[in-house]
C-alpha cells in the first residue's frame, strides 16, 4: 500500500472512522453533596493472576463476565467468568490482536440488544485507534471492518493516538471517555457521542481533563452516576512510570472537579502501578475492577494482575 504522506494522514484516518465534531453534555444531574467522596478499599489478593502470561490487566465486567487483557508480547482480550461463589474462571484469548498489529485488548463491553458489544483498542505502537467487535456469547467475536474512532487531526490533542475506550449507554447515545495523545506525547482525556455505537462525534471542546504539571499523563477513565453526579475514576501516570487512581465528579459529564484523593497500591503486588479500573453499581454499592503491578513500566511487563475494591463513603 502507498504510504499515506504525514500532513494528510491524520485527515485520512478522521475519514476512515467516520469521526466528526460536535457540542454536547451527557443527560444533566442535578448535583448533591460536595462534601461526598469515596474511600478505595481493597481486597489484598488478586481476584485474577496473570498467568500463564505477562501480564493481566483493564478488566471490564459485564454481569458474570470480565473481558480482561493478557500480554505474551502481543496484547489479547481474554475471557473469566465468575461462579457461583464469585471466583473467576478463566476461559482464555477470545480476541486476538492481527497479525503484526500490537493489540487486541485494553477495551470496554456492554450488554445490548442481544450482544455483547467491545470497544477496544487496536493497530500498532505508533498509530493506535479504537475498533469494535460483538458476539452473542462473549466467546466468537465479529469484528467490524473499520475502526469506529481514529486520532484527531494535524495539531489536534489526539492526532497521535486514540485509546483506553469506556462506554456508556444513556439513552438514546452511546458515550465513550478515551484517552488521546498528541504530538508531544502528553496523554489527555476526552469524550464521545454516538447514536449507533459505531458513528462517533468527539466533544468540539476536548480535551475535558488536564493533567497536572507534576504528572506525565492521564488515561483509562471510569464512569459512573451515583449520589447525584457523574463521577470518573481515571489513572494518573507519573513521570517515574508509576501510577495511581484519581476521581473527579461532574454534573454534565463534560466540565469535572478534580477531587483531592489519590488511590495507592498497598500490597507487594500492586505496589507499583494501580490503574485500569472498570465500575459497576450494585444498589448504594461501587463495585471496583482494577490492575496492578509491581515493575513500573509504561505499557507492559509491569507483573499485571486483577484486583477487586470497593469505594465506600
Known sequence: ??????PFAAAFLLFLSGCGYADFTLPLVPGGDSSISFRFAAESAPVLTREPFTDAL???????????????????????????????????????AAPGDYIAANGS????VGQF??????????????????????????????????PGPVGSWDERAVADP???????????????????????????????????????????????????GLGEPAVWQSDGFYWMLYTVRTFSEERYLALARSTDGV?????????????????????????????????????GGDVASPDENLHGQIGFATLAK
Open 255 to 291: 466540565k469535572w472537579t478534580k477531587l483531592p484523593v489519590k488511590y495507592t497500591g498497598v500490597e507487594a503486588w500492586d505496589a507499583k502501578v494501580l490503574c485500569d479500573p472498570t465500575v459497576v453499581v450494585d444498589g448504594g454499592r461501587v463495585l471496583v475492577w482494577f490492575g
Open 117 to 150: 458489544w467491545y470497544w477496544y483498542e487496536s493497530g500498532v505502537r505508533d498509530n493506535l485507534r479504537i475498533s469494535l467487535a460483538r458476539s452473542p456469547d462473549g466467546l466468537a467475536w465479529k469484528r467490524s471492518p473499520a475502526s469506529v474512532l481514529g
Open 109 to 112: 463491553a456492554l450488554f445490548h
Open 58 to 96: 483493564n478488566p471490564s465486567v459485564v454481569g458474570r463476565m470480565n473481558f480482561y487483557s493478557v500480554f505474551d508480547g502481543q496484547w489479547h482480550t481474554a475471557l473469566a467468568t465468575a461462579g457461583e461463589g464469585g471466583q473467576w474462571h478463566k476461559r482464555g484469548i477470545v480476541l486476538r
Open 166 to 216: 469506556y462506554v456508556l449507554r444513556i439513552s438514546p447515545y452511546f458515550y465513550m471517555y478515551y484517552l488521546g495523545q498528541d504530538r508531544a506525547v502528553r496523554q489527555r482525556l476526552g469524550v464521545a457521542r454516538s447514536a449507533d455505537g459505531i458513528h462517533w462525534q468527539k466533544l468540539r471542546s476536548n480535551p475535558i481533563l488536564e493533567p497536572d504539571q507534576s504528572d506525565q
Open 1 to 6: 500500500m502507498k504510504r499515506i504522506p504525514r
